[in-house]
């Protein structure tokens, strides 16, 4: 059987060759006395030079800070009762309407499981940069409101790469209940600006519209593999006729019928290539032709700046899931209930009017929006084809 080191294997690779040589410098040169501590598939580094960047961030640009801490209470509720209702709505969805046709799957992110091989470097990078985000505006707003940070430091387990900020509890819980309330809120509030300037960097970089059919994947020996089609090739057209979207693609493959020879003009390392591929009937309607072996597709965003054809879909993709964890990070945190941070949110509050039986009210909230949460994920996989997250 042939063997392919394709661009995940490499990363994977890559990530197992880390371990390995961070594991072996570790012992050799007794780096936990700088900070670091290192067991199988797990490190942990506290840096003192993180801890003087949110001091300083923090007094640098302190007005800037407060009025993102302030908006941020206010964003913080949003989430929160936006939160509530997607889980909910989903759910009344199902009972009272058209069954699991109605749910918008919810799952959770996890390589392999929900989310397809091709997609972990794109993933792990996002999970940095939106943990990473996240982890500092906590840090930064905790010092501007005199709560102390006992560490700061980035860490990993197996392929998660991240960071975090430490701060004193006891010191935290005799803050004033604002700056609580601020240093919880603000974590969401930055994945949410995050999002936003992504969005503005990829509006800047990327054609808006669509230049072609982008091949996200081909079956392995399906007629498409075996045509010559591969992953991130781009069809341009087919029997001529010029394919510049989706819906082009759609309407054409409306009128051929199935066991048609078709001539597809693919763009393939910036260069133009045809292939014959014979089209099947789809196993959801029989009389409709499918290009056989491409289960997924999206529409096709040139680059503005030059990079060539792989280059640009890389680029575009790792912005692409920047975007999208920082957006479920900024909603899903601000679900009230443990350990994300809306769950504080709402409690200190309540807590603030309620004088007994607090420990008993934290339960419920908390049973109730977890109860809400596995149901969607249970449900969410009712829904045929809808395994991934994308």
């Not at 990363?11 to 410098?25: I, N």
């Amino acid at each position: 059987m042939d063997f392919t080191l394709t661009p995940e294997l490499t990363f994977l690779f890559g990530v197992a060759v880390f371990w390995v040589v961070l594991y072996v410098l570790f012992y050799v040169f007794h780096l936990d006395k700088h900070g670091l501590d290192v067991k199988p598939a797990f490190f942990m580094y506290r840096s003192k030079a993180l801890n003087s960047f949110i001091d300083r961030a923090a007094h640098k640009w302190r007005t800037s800070w407060l009025v993102l801490s302030n908006i941020s209470l206010a964003i913080s509720i949003g989430l929160m009762i936006f939160s509530i209702y997607v889980l909910a709505n989903n759910l009344l969805k199902f009972i009272f309407f058209t069954g699991p046709a109605s749910l918008v799957p919810v799952h959770l992110a996890i390589p392999v499981l929900t989310i397809r091989f091709y997609w972990l470097p794109y993933y792990f990078l996002a999970v940095v940069i939106v943990v990473l985000s996240h982890e500092l505006a906590h840090g930064i707003i905790g010092r501007l409101e005199d709560i102390p940070i006992l560490s700061a430091g980035v860490l990993a387990f197996l392929l998660f790469f991240g960071a975090f900020v430490e701060p004193d509890e006891k010191g935290f819980e005799k803050a004033p209940m604002l700056a609580r309330l601020r240093m919880l809120a603000v974590g969401s509030s930055m994945n949410l600006v995050t999002a936003v300037l992504v969005i503005l960097l990829m509006t800047g970089l990327f054609v808006p519209s669509s230049a072609g059919v982008l091949i996200q994947e081909v079956a392995p020996n399906s007629p498409a593999d075996k045509a010559g089609l591969r992953q991130w090739d781009i069809v341009k057209a087919i029997n001529g006729t010029p394919i510049l979207s989706l819906q082009n693609y759609s309407d054409y493959m409306s009128k051929v019928t199935p066991n048609t020879t078709l001539t597809v003009t693919v763009l393939h390392n910036d260069m133009n290539q045809t292939w014959t591929v014979n089209s099947t009937a789809s196993t959801t309607n029989s009389s409709r032709a499918i290009l056989p072996g491409i289960p997924l597709a999206s529409n096709y965003l040139p680059n503005k700046v030059g990079l060539t054809q792989y280059a640009g879909i890389y680029l575009f993709w790792a912005l692409f899931w920047v975007h999208l964890l920082s957006v479920n990070v900024a909603i899903f945190n601000m679900l009230p209930a443990f350990p994300f941070d809306g769950e504080r949110v709402l409690y200190y509050p309540l807590a603030s009017l309620v004088k007994k039986r607090k420990r008993e009210l934290r339960w419920t909230l908390n049973i109730f929006i977890w109860g809400l949460f596995v149901l969607n994920i249970a449900l969410g996989f009712l829904i045929p084809g809808s395994r991934f997250i994308i």
